[in-house]
């Protein structure tokens, strides 16, 4: 029995403006004008006798019978590339864009992916560093890790835990002052703040965790200024002084005995870390168990 089907090119101009919610991205992702998307959705809508989108400003919204015919045709489309990807790569290896933002890359997911690679030995993956908000459809991103999932409120979304910031110093640096065991005994000129960046609209500070402490403010004029939350755990790590550490990338470090806490007393960083992925590529092999094997694992701990 022959297959009823709708022309094909209109079927992914569809799948790429409904994803996208623009004629203007779906556009540029499959390299022809917006004029010529339009055209195929039109062709679909005269094919299907309904109407697809409607039209809001700059963006378009699916309509009911929009909706209903999404969900399959992304997901028979994704079925279809990742056929003729493995056909055309003559391998069966499955390769994920991976996009990170940079604080946790180094800090926290490398040995994740390590770890995950070692278990699943046809695992390969292309890893990108980048600031939030990351361009999927431009980028051809598989899977993100983020900062603040509002960020991608389009997106298949996996959360981690809300990150907490604590006081964090090496083991040498306690040796050489017991007393700081106390923070109260902390000289304000070993504090290691984090300049956090114009990316962050709030975020945890020192003078922040010594007033939910209940202890004396230091002045923020004293101590090391650092504008990577990655490096004030590396000079924590050296002795220079007691960090107000992220424990999400400081587990190895305080699992192994690099770096002790301080006190428990924490501070939640404003967001939660995330996971995000185009729904139509929730199929992508390895996506979505790479996603909850990261989510699954000692985040926090």
Known sequence: MPLTLPPLNALRAFEAAARTGSYVAAAEELGVSAAA???????????????????????????DAGHAIREGTAAALQMISDSTEQLVSDRSRSRLVISTIESVAEKWLISRLASYSHAHPDFRFELRVEPDPADFSRHNIDLRLGYDPVQYPEHGIVLLEQDVVLPLCSPAYLARNPAAMGMAAVPEDDLLHTSWGSNFGSHPTWHGWFVKAGLKPPSDSKGFQIGRSSLVLDLAREG??????????????????RLVALSEISIALGYPYCLAYPRAKSRKRHLLALANWLSAGPVLG
């Open 37 to 63: 998307i339009s055209q195929q959705i039109r062709k679909l809508e005269d094919y299907l006798g309904k109407q697809m989108f409607m039209r809001m400003n700059n963006r378009v919204v699916l309509t």
């Open 240 to 257: 220079l002084g007691v960090a107000l550490g992220q424990r999400m990338m400081a587990l190895d470090d305080l699992a192994s005995g």
